[in-house]
């Protein structure tokens, strides 16, 4: 409630909306909240950067680090109270809708229809682009977020072919921990055990009991045996990393896998893009696999920018500025090689890129054949804030308290649940 009245009286006082489907170059200033802050993701707001500065409009980065975005919306919500919030906010999924609630972002409807964004973005991502009939975000790029890094010489000197199945998976953990090598590099953070659950929910390759779960939160589901065995699945998970684990931010688990610390690491395709950077090439120096068992699966999740209702003429302009050239063709091909992700324009041409993000397309294309193109729980595209927030602070536990039973956690999760 504070919050809204918070919003209330910002709006109260801004004059102005986004509604010129047409920007004003060179003029202008924009503050920009973000968390693309290394390796490829880095590299590619940079290009954006680029783009935006060449138009004459001045950047003001405000990036926050960590947490998958954590610190940065602790930084936006708190800049909102006090009525200063910034030009441009990266968010993700359901965020973009819950803002758009508080009445607070600009229109972006006229520059959509001008430049005909619906019929160059994926489908799945419109609800998060229009809410109530207005356009309120630009998609920036869509992730596969069920992919397994492998480090390549680790694999091939003990044998080990990339697993396919749960099974296969328990196999090979089991060779590298023989061989005294962490079978997975994980950070510890409650985002990371959550986008791990992600991979664990299609590892058992069947699109209905996913959307149960990470749609509706079906009790029945909940509480009966594919569900207990998932829990199972994430313990046995827990139990294969190492003792400083917690606390680990992404890019380290993902170094300890370059470094030849360990074998393998569950992330989503950024975590491509923060090899590349280091000069690491897949086929070559790692190796690519969707998380076992989940075969034509694919869990999705996108990064959009919304613009909140600022004053100024120049500065409206700019906002517009930034959202057309984050919908660039040219910017897209660019920022897909260089981050990793997927271009959020279905005519981008793919001829350079490597043999992950092709198959991660192709993935797709299966997966949406049979209703296994789902979006993601863990980065809240599936279910809203509060409900993502239940499961990330219960699983997180789960992960880091390991004399925690399986039927203890469910007990946790459902009441956690029927809280909200």
Not at 138 to 143: I, L, M, T
Not at 145 to 149: E, T
Not at 151 to 155: E, L, P, Q, V
């Given at each position: 409630?504070?919050?809204?009245?918070?919003?209330?009286?910002?709006?109260?006082?801004?004059?102005?909306?986004?509604?010129?489907?047409?920007?004003?170059?060179?003029?202008g200033?924009?503050?920009?909240?973000?968390?693309?802050?290394?390796?490829?993701?880095?590299?590619?707001?940079?290009?954006?950067?680029?783009?935006?500065?060449?138009?004459?409009?001045?950047?003001?980065?405000?990036?926050s680090?960590?947490?998958?975005?954590?610190?940065?919306?602790?930084?936006f919500?708190t800049?909102?109270?006090?009525?200063?919030?910034?030009?441009?906010?990266?968010?993700?999924?359901?965020?973009?809708?819950?803002?758009?609630?508080?009445?607070?972002?600009?229109?972006l409807?006229?520059?959509?229809?001008?430049?005909?964004?619906?019929?160059?973005?994926?489908?799945?991502?419109?609800?998060?682009?229009?809410?109530?009939?207005?356009?309120?975000a630009?998609?920036?790029?869509?992730?596969q977020?069920?992919?397994?890094?492998g480090?390549?010489?680790?694999?091939e000197?003990?044998?080990?072919?990339p697993?396919?199945?749960w099974?296969?998976?328990?196999?090979?953990?089991?060779?590298f921990?023989?061989?005294?090598?962490?079978?997975i590099?994980?950070?510890?953070?409650?985002?990371q055990?959550?986008a791990?659950?992600?991979?664990?929910?299609?590892?058992?390759?069947?699109?209905?009991?996913?959307?149960?779960?990470?749609f509706?939160?079906?009790?029945?589901?909940?509480?009966?045996?594919?569900?207990?065995?998932?829990?199972e699945?994430?313990?046995?998970?827990?139990q294969?990393?190492?003792?400083?684990?917690?606390?680990?931010?992404?890019?380290?688990?993902?170094?300890?896998?370059?470094?030849?610390?360990?074998?393998?690491?569950?992330?989503?395709?950024?975590?491509?893009?923060?090899?590349?950077?280091?000069?690491?090439?897949?086929?070559?120096?790692?190796?690519?696999?969707?998380?076992?068992?989940?075969?034509?699966?694919?869990?999705?999740?996108a990064?959009?920018?919304?613009?909140?209702r600022?004053?100024?003429?120049?500065?409206?302009?700019?906002?517009?500025?930034?959202a057309?050239?984050?919908?660039?063709?040219?910017?897209?091909?660019?920022?897909?090689l260089?981050?990793?992700?997927?271009?959020?324009?279905?005519?981008?041409d793919?001829?350079?890129w490597?043999?992950?993000?092709?198959?991660?397309?192709?993935r797709?294309?299966?997966?949406?054949?049979?209703?296994?193109?789902?979006?993601?729980?863990?980065?809240?595209?599936?279910a809203?804030?509060?409900?993502?927030?239940?499961?990330r602070?219960?699983?997180?536990?789960?992960?880091?308290?390991?004399?925690?039973?399986?039927?203890?956690?469910?007990?946790?999760?459902?009441?956690?649940?029927?809280?909200?």
């Open positions: 409630m504070k919050l809204k009245r918070k919003c209330a009286a910002f709006l109260a006082v801004s004059a102005v909306a986004l509604s010129s489907a047409t920007p004003v170059l060179a003029q200033k924009l503050d920009i909240i973000h968390w693309w802050t290394s390796g490829g993701e880095l590299a590619g707001i940079e290009v954006l950067r680029e783009n935006i500065e060449a138009q004459g409009i001045e950047w003001i980065d405000a990036a680090a960590g947490g998958a975005g954590t610190n940065a919306r602790t930084l919500r800049r909102v109270q006090a009525g200063d919030p910034p030009a441009v906010m990266q968010a993700l999924g359901t965020e973009v809708n819950e803002w758009a609630e508080t009445g607070i972002l600009g229109d409807t006229a520059l959509a229809d001008e430049e005909g964004w619906y019929d160059l973005v994926p489908e799945p991502l419109h609800p998060f682009m229009n809410v109530d009939g207005s356009t309120v630009v998609p920036a790029v869509w992730s977020i069920n992919w397994v890094w480090n390549k010489a680790i694999f000197e003990h044998g080990v072919a697993p396919q199945t099974d296969e998976l328990v196999a090979a953990a089991k060779v921990k023989d061989a005294g090598i962490t079978p590099a994980h950070g510890g953070q409650p985002w055990d959550t791990i659950f992600d991979g664990i929910l299609v590892s058992f390759d069947d699109p209905e009991f996913y959307k149960k779960v990470a509706e939160q079906d009790r029945e589901t909940l509480e009966g045996p594919m569900f207990r065995e998932a829990m699945r994430l313990r046995w998970y827990s294969q990393l190492d003792e400083a684990s917690p606390g680990r931010e992404w890019t380290q688990a993902q170094a300890m896998v370059l470094n030849g610390e360990a074998a393998m690491s569950w992330m989503g395709d950024w975590a491509k893009g923060w090899r590349v950077a280091q000069g690491q090439k897949a086929g070559e120096d790692f190796i690519c696999f969707p998380t076992p068992g989940s075969n034509d699966m694919f869990v999705w999740l990064d959009f920018f919304f613009f909140p600022i004053e100024g003429e120049a500065d409206n302009a700019a906002q517009q500025a930034f057309s050239a984050v919908m660039e063709k040219q910017f897209q091909h660019d920022f897909s260089i981050k990793n992700g997927l271009p959020v324009r279905t005519d981008v793919n001829a350079e490597d043999d992950c993000t092709r198959d991660s397309i192709a797709a294309e299966r997966a949406n054949e049979r209703g296994g193109l789902v979006a993601s729980l863990g980065f809240a595209h599936s809203r804030s509060d409900v993502q927030g239940v499961f602070d219960t699983l997180s536990e789960f992960v880091n308290t390991p004399d925690m039973s399986v039927d203890e956690g469910i007990e946790i999760l459902i009441d956690g649940l029927d809280s909200l």
